[in-house]
Protein backbone atom coordinates (compact mmCIF):
# COMPACT_ATOMS: atom_id res chain seq x y z
CA UNK A 1 0.00 0.00 0.00
CA UNK A 2 1.16 3.62 -0.55
CA UNK A 3 0.94 5.97 1.81
CA UNK A 4 0.15 9.90 0.21
CA UNK A 5 0.85 12.86 2.31
CA UNK A 6 -0.42 16.30 1.73
CA UNK A 7 1.28 19.38 3.92
CA UNK A 8 -0.49 22.53 3.70
CA UNK A 9 -0.67 25.50 5.97
CA UNK A 10 -3.71 24.16 7.81
CA UNK A 11 -3.56 20.70 7.91
CA UNK A 12 -2.33 17.47 6.89
CA UNK A 13 -4.12 15.28 4.65
CA UNK A 14 -3.02 11.40 5.07
CA UNK A 15 -4.51 8.98 1.75
CA UNK A 16 -3.49 5.17 1.88
CA UNK A 17 -3.72 3.68 -1.53
CA UNK A 18 -4.07 0.04 -2.84
CA UNK A 19 -3.32 -0.90 -6.49
CA UNK A 20 -5.52 2.56 -7.77
CA UNK A 21 -7.75 2.91 -4.92
CA UNK A 22 -8.05 5.29 -1.75
CA UNK A 23 -8.77 2.80 0.80
CA UNK A 24 -8.90 4.93 3.52
CA UNK A 25 -7.91 9.22 4.32
CA UNK A 26 -6.83 11.18 7.41
CA UNK A 27 -6.60 14.77 8.64
CA UNK A 28 -3.97 15.59 11.28
CA UNK A 29 -3.92 19.52 11.95
CA UNK A 30 -0.82 21.55 11.05
CA UNK A 31 1.40 22.15 13.75
CA UNK A 32 4.93 23.65 12.88
CA UNK A 33 6.18 23.09 16.91
CA UNK A 34 5.51 19.04 16.46
CA UNK A 35 8.76 17.33 16.45
CA UNK A 36 9.16 13.97 14.03
CA UNK A 37 8.23 12.07 17.03
CA UNK A 38 5.51 13.43 18.02
CA UNK A 39 4.13 13.23 14.24
CA UNK A 40 4.89 9.14 14.71
CA UNK A 41 2.54 8.68 17.18
CA UNK A 42 -0.01 10.35 14.95
CA UNK A 43 0.90 7.88 12.11
CA UNK A 44 1.63 4.71 13.84
CA UNK A 45 -2.02 5.11 15.32
CA UNK A 46 -3.48 5.70 11.99
CA UNK A 47 -2.15 4.31 9.56
CA UNK A 48 1.08 1.51 11.01
CA UNK A 49 -1.42 -0.46 13.01
CA UNK A 50 -3.81 -1.22 10.31
CA UNK A 51 -2.18 -1.22 6.97
CA UNK A 52 1.44 -2.52 5.69
CA UNK A 53 3.01 0.13 4.07
CA UNK A 54 5.54 -0.38 1.25
CA UNK A 55 5.59 3.11 -0.11
CA UNK A 56 5.06 6.94 0.52
CA UNK A 57 5.12 9.95 -1.32
CA UNK A 58 4.89 13.64 0.23
CA UNK A 59 3.85 17.08 -1.03
CA UNK A 60 4.54 19.85 1.18
CA UNK A 61 4.33 23.66 1.92
CA UNK A 62 5.44 23.92 4.58
CA UNK A 63 9.36 23.05 4.70
CA UNK A 64 10.29 22.87 8.31
CA UNK A 65 7.48 20.10 8.37
CA UNK A 66 8.81 18.49 5.28
CA UNK A 67 12.14 17.61 7.25
CA UNK A 68 9.39 16.30 10.61
CA UNK A 69 7.64 14.19 8.01
CA UNK A 70 10.40 12.68 6.20
CA UNK A 71 12.37 11.49 9.49
CA UNK A 72 8.85 10.39 10.88
CA UNK A 73 7.80 7.77 7.55
CA UNK A 74 11.55 6.28 7.91
CA UNK A 75 11.26 5.80 11.51
CA UNK A 76 7.86 4.60 11.65
CA UNK A 77 7.80 2.72 8.47
CA UNK A 78 11.11 2.10 7.51
CA UNK A 79 10.94 3.58 4.17
CA UNK A 80 12.34 6.66 2.19
CA UNK A 81 9.60 8.68 1.22
CA UNK A 82 9.63 10.13 -2.31
CA UNK A 83 9.42 14.32 -1.80
CA UNK A 84 7.51 15.74 -4.48
CA UNK A 85 9.98 18.62 -5.98
CA UNK A 86 11.22 19.09 -10.20
CA UNK A 87 13.63 16.28 -9.95
CA UNK A 88 10.48 14.01 -10.02
CA UNK A 89 9.00 12.70 -13.18
CA UNK A 90 5.53 14.14 -13.68
CA UNK A 91 5.09 14.02 -17.64
CA UNK A 92 3.99 17.44 -17.59
CA UNK A 93 5.49 20.54 -18.93
CA UNK A 94 5.79 23.65 -16.58
CA UNK A 95 5.87 27.16 -18.76
CA UNK A 96 6.29 29.65 -15.57
CA UNK A 97 8.97 32.39 -15.37
CA UNK A 98 10.36 30.87 -12.62
CA UNK A 99 8.95 27.21 -12.49
CA UNK A 100 10.68 26.66 -9.04
CA UNK A 101 7.96 28.31 -7.48
CA UNK A 102 5.67 26.82 -8.25
CA UNK A 103 3.69 25.04 -5.01
CA UNK A 104 4.26 20.88 -4.90
CA UNK A 105 0.40 21.40 -4.11
CA UNK A 106 -0.97 23.15 -7.36
CA UNK A 107 1.30 20.75 -9.13
CA UNK A 108 -0.20 17.48 -7.21
CA UNK A 109 -3.72 18.63 -8.36
CA UNK A 110 -2.79 19.23 -11.76
CA UNK A 111 -1.49 16.37 -12.35
CA UNK A 112 -4.62 14.58 -10.36
CA UNK A 113 -7.14 16.46 -12.28
CA UNK A 114 -4.98 15.78 -15.68
CA UNK A 115 -5.91 11.90 -14.99
CA UNK A 116 -8.96 11.61 -14.52
CA UNK A 117 -10.42 15.13 -16.66
CA UNK A 118 -7.63 15.35 -19.57
CA UNK A 119 -6.90 18.82 -20.45
CA UNK A 120 -7.31 21.37 -21.21
CA UNK A 121 -8.06 22.34 -17.90
CA UNK A 122 -8.52 24.86 -14.72
CA UNK A 123 -8.42 23.87 -10.94
CA UNK A 124 -9.91 26.04 -8.59
CA UNK A 125 -8.36 24.83 -5.14
CA UNK A 126 -10.11 26.77 -1.75
CA UNK A 127 -8.13 26.23 1.17
CA UNK A 128 -5.94 29.04 3.51
CA UNK A 129 -5.43 30.55 0.44
CA UNK A 130 -7.98 30.66 -3.00
CA UNK A 131 -5.50 28.83 -6.12
CA UNK A 132 -6.84 28.76 -9.43
CA UNK A 133 -4.44 27.03 -12.06
CA UNK A 134 -4.75 26.34 -15.55
CA UNK A 135 -3.50 23.36 -17.56
CA UNK A 136 -3.65 23.90 -22.10
CA UNK A 137 -4.76 22.35 -24.52
CA UNK A 138 -0.95 21.38 -25.21
CA UNK A 139 -0.57 19.55 -21.55
CA UNK A 140 1.19 22.30 -20.07
CA UNK A 141 0.39 24.36 -16.64
CA UNK A 142 0.82 27.34 -17.71
CA UNK A 143 -0.05 29.76 -14.68
CA UNK A 144 -2.97 30.55 -12.29
CA UNK A 145 -4.34 33.05 -10.12
CA UNK A 146 -4.19 33.56 -6.24
CA UNK A 147 -6.35 34.75 -4.03
CA UNK A 148 -7.21 35.08 -0.25
CA UNK A 149 -9.12 32.30 0.84
CA UNK A 150 -12.05 32.34 2.93
CA UNK A 151 -11.24 31.90 6.42
CA UNK A 152 -8.32 34.29 5.49
CA UNK A 153 -10.48 37.15 4.35
CA UNK A 154 -12.74 36.50 7.81
CA UNK A 155 -10.17 36.78 9.57
CA UNK A 156 -8.77 40.01 8.19
CA UNK A 157 -12.46 41.57 8.18
CA UNK A 158 -12.93 41.08 11.99
CA UNK A 159 -9.68 42.09 12.92
CA UNK A 160 -9.59 45.29 11.49
CA UNK A 161 -13.52 46.14 11.65
CA UNK A 162 -14.44 46.98 15.28
CA UNK A 163 -18.67 45.84 15.29
CA UNK A 164 -17.67 43.20 12.79
CA UNK A 165 -18.24 39.59 14.67
CA UNK A 166 -16.66 36.12 14.30
CA UNK A 167 -19.47 34.13 11.68
CA UNK A 168 -19.06 30.56 10.69
CA UNK A 169 -18.34 30.29 6.93
CA UNK A 170 -21.41 28.72 5.96
CA UNK A 171 -23.71 29.41 2.59
CA UNK A 172 -26.24 31.53 3.40
CA UNK A 173 -30.08 31.12 2.81
CA UNK A 174 -30.10 34.72 0.65
CA UNK A 175 -27.91 37.39 -1.70
CA UNK A 176 -29.40 40.28 0.38
CA UNK A 177 -28.65 39.31 3.94
CA UNK A 178 -31.14 40.99 6.79
CA UNK A 179 -28.31 40.72 9.75
CA UNK A 180 -24.64 41.09 10.47
CA UNK A 181 -23.70 37.63 10.13
CA UNK A 182 -25.72 37.01 6.97
CA UNK A 183 -24.06 39.85 5.40
CA UNK A 184 -20.72 38.94 5.96
CA UNK A 185 -21.72 34.99 5.15
CA UNK A 186 -22.85 36.28 1.18
CA UNK A 187 -19.68 38.50 0.91
CA UNK A 188 -17.27 35.93 2.34
CA UNK A 189 -18.92 32.90 0.82
CA UNK A 190 -20.74 33.82 -2.36
CA UNK A 191 -18.43 36.66 -3.07
CA UNK A 192 -15.68 33.63 -2.98
CA UNK A 193 -18.05 31.32 -5.37
CA UNK A 194 -18.56 34.33 -8.01
CA UNK A 195 -15.01 35.39 -8.02
CA UNK A 196 -14.36 31.77 -9.32
CA UNK A 197 -17.22 31.58 -11.58
CA UNK A 198 -16.22 34.50 -13.50
CA UNK A 199 -12.02 34.03 -13.35
CA UNK A 200 -12.88 30.88 -14.85
CA UNK A 201 -15.41 32.27 -17.55
CA UNK A 202 -12.31 35.34 -18.21
CA UNK A 203 -9.69 32.36 -18.14
CA UNK A 204 -11.26 30.56 -20.99
CA UNK A 205 -11.90 34.14 -23.32
CA UNK A 206 -7.99 34.33 -22.34
CA UNK A 207 -6.92 31.02 -24.17
CA UNK A 208 -9.83 31.10 -26.85
CA UNK A 209 -10.80 27.48 -25.81
CA UNK A 210 -13.51 25.99 -23.39
CA UNK A 211 -11.90 24.15 -20.36
CA UNK A 212 -12.71 21.78 -17.63
CA UNK A 213 -13.04 23.37 -14.60
CA UNK A 214 -12.41 21.20 -11.36
CA UNK A 215 -13.17 22.20 -7.81
CA UNK A 216 -11.05 21.47 -4.43
CA UNK A 217 -9.84 21.97 -1.26
CA UNK A 218 -10.99 22.14 2.28
CA UNK A 219 -13.57 25.09 1.63
CA UNK A 220 -15.02 23.79 -1.91
CA UNK A 221 -17.87 21.89 -0.16
CA UNK A 222 -19.32 25.40 1.53
CA UNK A 223 -19.52 27.01 -2.54
CA UNK A 224 -19.73 23.89 -5.03
CA UNK A 225 -23.84 24.34 -5.12
CA UNK A 226 -23.50 28.12 -5.71
CA UNK A 227 -21.17 27.66 -9.23
CA UNK A 228 -22.01 25.87 -12.17
CA UNK A 229 -20.09 23.62 -14.74
CA UNK A 230 -17.45 22.24 -11.83
CA UNK A 231 -16.89 18.95 -11.18
CA UNK A 232 -15.92 18.60 -7.21
CA UNK A 233 -13.03 16.13 -6.76
CA UNK A 234 -12.49 15.96 -2.96
CA UNK A 235 -9.28 14.16 -3.07
CA UNK A 236 -7.50 15.47 -5.54
CA UNK A 237 -4.07 16.15 -4.93
CA UNK A 238 -3.96 12.92 -3.49
CA UNK A 239 -4.72 11.46 -6.42
CA UNK A 240 -2.36 13.73 -8.19
CA UNK A 241 0.50 12.08 -5.39
CA UNK A 242 -0.61 8.60 -6.02
CA UNK A 243 0.17 9.18 -10.10
CA UNK A 244 3.59 10.98 -9.93
CA UNK A 245 4.47 7.67 -7.06
CA UNK A 246 3.72 5.44 -9.29
CA UNK A 247 5.21 7.16 -12.33
CA UNK A 248 8.73 7.17 -10.51
CA UNK A 249 8.10 4.31 -8.39
CA UNK A 250 10.31 2.07 -11.08
CA UNK A 251 13.38 4.64 -10.71
CA UNK A 252 12.86 4.06 -6.94
CA UNK A 253 13.20 0.66 -7.20
CA UNK A 254 15.93 0.66 -9.74
CA UNK A 255 18.20 2.81 -7.50
CA UNK A 256 17.52 0.43 -3.97
Request: proline share 2%; aromatic share 8%; charged share 25%.
Amino acid sequence: MILCIDCGNTSIKLGVYDESALVNKFTIKTNREKTSDEYAYSFKTLIKERYEIDGCIISSVVPLLTVELTRCIERVFKIKPLILNKSLKTKMSIKLDNPSELGADLLAGAIGARKKYGYPLVVADLGTATKLYVVDDKGAFVGGIISCGMETSLKALVDNTSLLMETPIAEPAKIIGKNTKDSIQSGIVLGQAYMVSEFARRIENELGYKINRILTGGFANVIRDQIVCFNYEENLVLDGLFEIYCLNAGEKNEKE
